[in-house]
């Protein structure tokens, strides 16, 4: 199948060859150049080719043969056009598609005498043909327009193809670009979120800490003021059995002062009737039997002030009892009365208080003054803890003395607790 531009090549062949600038020869040769595989013969083939085909060569006379010098060989050119053999012409056949512009300037000539393929433009004998310009709608110039519009063509492509690249290159460096600074951004947010998550953490560690500081403060606090009521609770039943103590003591000495001023009287009393016995009886038996009466008295006397004191029960009774009956016989219950009276006052000049401690000095006291409020530490410095804050006029015992300015006090809260720390010394007013 021929393309419209081989179809049209024969067109021109076939017109050159009716026009008689080509032979019949060359006319076919470049047909058949042109048209290849599909090369067929003309329908309306000219009767002297099939003449001449038909018809045997013309015999020449022996003569002339024999006598006549050969004819000088035409010479003929191979001719490529674009590549592609179109045929052998003679060279004035040559010369006239040259000045018909049918051949141009890069066509490709060879000749036996060429030892290779030659531009046209280079053999001399044909470059004086080539005119200036291939003459408008020839083949020259058409393929002159066809080369360049083929160049022209091939310099779109190639431009376009530069500026693809370019644009693929600058796509993909727009690309690299976009992926770099989404990398980076990514890390950027990636560095923002660790940061806001070791944030996060660092705050739950320190809220975990402070809840548990918290809570352990809580507890220490539910601890001191249990420990307060705790101590406070047995404050009291110390101060309730001291004071169960003192009343009985304090019976028991009552008791103790009635017996002795009783037996006192009976000492005395026995002591003024034995002065009056040896004023009245003087060595008389009943002055002897009264001086005997009154040295077995002061006898049992000191017994009974020796068992009374020694908290012997039994013996001051039995001895109390041994004394009444003296004191019957020696002349009746007023000397012994007044024997025993003297007794017990000797034994109050030696009673102790019987719970050593139980009656202490007055507690000291101060007032918060000079300030609206004053801070309850837990140690003797501003480096401690506030435990708590004193409006002024608030009184607190003083427990002890100033240390580093600081004096150590303790304080009732309305809830019956006690609380217990160090406040400054220059805000407090001494209670007389």
Do not use: C
Not at 101 to 121: C, E, R
Not at 245 to 255: E, F, G, L, N, R
Not at 282 to 307: D, E, Q, R, S
Not at 357 to 368: F, M, N
Request: charged residues 30%.
């Amino acid at each position: 199948m021929l393309t419209k531009e081989q179809e049209q090549e024969v067109q021109n062949l076939k017109a050159q060859y009716e026009n008689g600038m080509l032979p019949y020869e060359n006319y076919i040769e470049m047909k058949r150049a042109v048209m290849g595989a599909d090369y067929k013969e003309d329908a309306d083939a000219p009767a002297e080719a099939a003449q001449s085909a038909a018809a045997p060569p013309p015999v020449l006379p022996m003569m002339e043969t024999l006598g006549a010098a050969p004819a000088p060989a035409a010479i003929k050119y191979n001719v490529r056009v674009d590549n592609k053999e179109i045929g052998v012409f003679d060279r004035e056949v040559l010369f006239k598609m040259i000045e018909d512009g049918d051949i141009d300037k890069d066509a490709m000539v060879w000749q036996k005498n060429f030892d290779d393929w030659k531009t046209a433009v280079d053999v001399p004998e044909l470059e004086d043909h080539f005119p200036a310009s291939p003459p408008p709608g020839s083949k020259a110039d058409k393929r002159r327009k066809a080369k360049e519009e083929a160049i022209r063509k091939e310099e779109e492509r190639v431009k376009a193809e530069e500026q693809r690249k370019i644009d693929e290159k600058r796509k993909a460096e727009e690309t690299k670009k976009r992926k770099e600074e989404e990398a980076a951004l990514a890390e950027q947010q990636r560095k923002l979120d660790e940061v806001r998550k070791a944030e996060e953490r660092r705050r739950a560690e320190e809220q975990r800490k402070a809840d548990i500081q918290r809570r352990a403060d809580e507890a220490e606090i539910k601890r001191i003021e249990n420990q307060s009521r705790a101590d406070e609770a047995a404050r009291r039943r110390v101060q309730s059995e001291a004071n169960r103590q003192y009343a009985a003591a304090t019976a028991k000495t009552v008791i103790k002062t009635i017996f002795a001023v009783f037996f006192g009287l009976v000492f005395a009393l026995t002591a003024g009737s034995l002065i009056l016995s040896l004023v009245t009886y003087i060595l008389t038996p009943g002055l002897i039997a009264m001086i005997i009466v009154f040295l077995v008295t002061a006898g049992l006397v000191f017994l009974f002030i020796f068992n009374l004191f020694k908290n012997r029960p039994i013996f001051t009774i039995i001895l109390f009892t041994i004394l009444v009956v003296v004191g019957v016989i020696n002349g009746g219950i007023v000397q012994n009365l007044y024997s025993h009276i003297f007794l017990r006052l000797g034994e109050l000049r030696n009673i102790e208080n019987p719970i050593p401690g139980l009656i202490s000095a007055p507690e000291k006291t101060g007032t918060v003054s000079g300030v609206s409020s004053l801070n309850l530490r837990d140690g003797p410095s501003t480096n401690h803890g506030i435990i708590k804050s004193l409006p002024e006029g608030t009184t607190v015992i003083i427990t002890g003395e100033p240390e580093n300015n600081f004096l150590p006090v303790k304080i009732k809260n309305a809830d019956g607790s006690v609380s217990e720390g160090y406040i400054g010394s220059r805000y407090i007013i001494i209670n007389e």
